[in-house]
């Protein structure tokens, strides 16, 4: 399976501080806004990915990750020329796509919870083996600001509505996406909504229609965040630096994951520690090189 981070659009709801620079290559506490997304796709084993951003934006990433091999993956890029909606990253990424499955993440979202990695390992076995597509649902209180989820009275999505006016519940589609290759197929047979995008969940409706759609609530223990406005910017923030400060483990922390996975050496992880050493992101590294965190015994 490939992935691929869309990180592109103007983000005028966080105007003016994205007036001048990206909205993912903004701060959340420790670590650009970009490195949460590219966390997951990493902790589902993804090892191709492409980012695609707007035309002034492209270069910045590049600079940023290069070909991505300090974390043991190889990173391509590509441009969205306008933001003329999500579905559209399944056409822009087609020649990289090619014959695989794709899990698409928004580069604005984070992902957190224990036992999340096991079921981001499953969606891409579902995707691997054709049957279809999974996303996750989460409960929120503003569901008009997402695509909602209508079930029945037995638990079954019926329905996905985009921002609809009256939600029919509070559970909404984050931005993470597994599709098996018939996405790119699928997202070429779609119409702009009246907003006058490709929408996602015109895609997402597709398998629903096909009975082929995996729906996983992330419940309790469970934390998505959309960083797309200054409050959720801020409380992004403030969740990752208390997640942190009392669990004593990074989220998000690529050259761990990438250490952990065994996609690079200890020699690699050392020389970022010798960059970094006189912070905490340094310092950190060295404790995971040290052998200082156990996540099961045997």
């Known amino acids: 399976m490939k992935g691929i981070i869309l990180a592109g659009g103007s983000a005028t709801r966080l105007y003016p501080l994205t007036m001048v620079t990206s909205k993912q290559l903004l701060p959340i506490y420790d670590k650009p806004m970009i490195y949460y997304p590219m966390s997951v796709l990493m902790n589902a084993g993804i090892r191709d990915i492409l980012i695609i951003s707007t035309p002034q934006d492209t270069p910045r990433f590049e600079e940023l990750f290069g070909d ?11 441009v969205q020329p306008s933001p003329d909606g999500l579905a559209q990253a399944f056409l822009i990424g ?38 279809g597509a999974t996303v996750f649902g989460y409960y929120v209180d503003n569901p008009e600001r997402f695509g909602t989820i209508e079930f029945d009275k037995d638990g079954r999505v019926i329905y996905i509505e985009e921002k609809p006016k009256v ?11 597994f599709f098996d290759n018939k996405a790119v197929e699928y997202a ?9 995008e490709l929408e996602i969940t015109d895609l997402i409706k597709v398998y629903l229609e096909q009975g082929r759609l995996n729906l996983e609530l992330l419940g309790q223990g469970f934390t ?11 409380e ?8 942190e400060s009392h ?14 996975n065994g996609w690079i050496s200890k020699e690699q992880v050392m020389k970022v520690y010798e960059m970094m050493k006189q912070n905490q992101y340094g310092q950190y ?14």
């Open 188 to 196: 070429k047979q779609l119409k702009p909504s009246a907003r006058g």
């Open 247 to 260: 669990q004593h483990r990074k989220i998000g922390c690529l050259e761990e994951i990438a250490y952990l």
């Open 236 to 243: 992004a923030t403030n969740f990752v630096k208390t997640m």
């Open 94 to 131: 087609e020649k990289f796509i090619g014959d695989s499955s794709v899990v698409m993440i928004l580069g604005d979202n984070i992902f957190a919870g224990h036992g999340l990695n096991k079921r981001l390992r499953a969606a891409v076995k579902n995707g691997e083996s054709g049957q």
């Open 68 to 78: 991505g091999h300090q974390f043991g993956i190889h990173l391509t890029y590509a």
């Open 167 to 177: 939600p029919k519940s509070n559970y909404c589609i984050t931005g993470l996406y």
């Open 285 to 298: 590294l060295k404790d995971v090189l040290d052998g200082k965190y156990m996540d099961s015994l045997h």
């Open 224 to 234: 998505w965040l959309d960083a797309g406005t200054h409050d959720s910017l801020v």
